[in-house]
């Protein structure tokens, strides 16, 4: 994957994240795009408003099969556990068989921080910091409610 790829990509999962901003409850809206093993863009997805579904889980709903092999953009680190029990989206990703993550910052709430471990443990390639800088302004209002 290109570095031009990678900032595009999570460009477009970042404008995902926009749409929801504010919508979302005391969740922050994440945006996630799910690209196949060839590239192609399979899977697109937003935090649902009032915090549910996670972007993770509709982006791989849309993709089904097409997201194994493939590589998922994520505006912020997958959680590693749910609040509210049930499948991570780690977890998620990791059965979805993607074989790479790239996201724009860690999450550190303390349920969902760890996603990133979660995954590299799973053998996911992981790779963070694109559109961190347009990440942590959109997200900013929600780290400061966690300190």
Known sequence: MSKRRDQRMMGRALALARLNHGLTGENPSVGCVILDSHGHIVGEGVTGRGGRPHAEEVALEEAGEAARGGTA??????????????????????????ARVVCSVLDPHPVANGGILRLRRAGIRVDIG???HA???LYRAFFASIN
């Open 73 to 98: 953009y994520v505006t912020l680190e997958p959680c590693r556990e749910r609040s509210a029990g049930g499948k991570s989206c780690s977890m998620k990703l990791e059965e979805a068989g993607i």
């Open 130 to 132: 694109p559109g961190r």
């Open 135 to 137: 990440a942590e302004g």
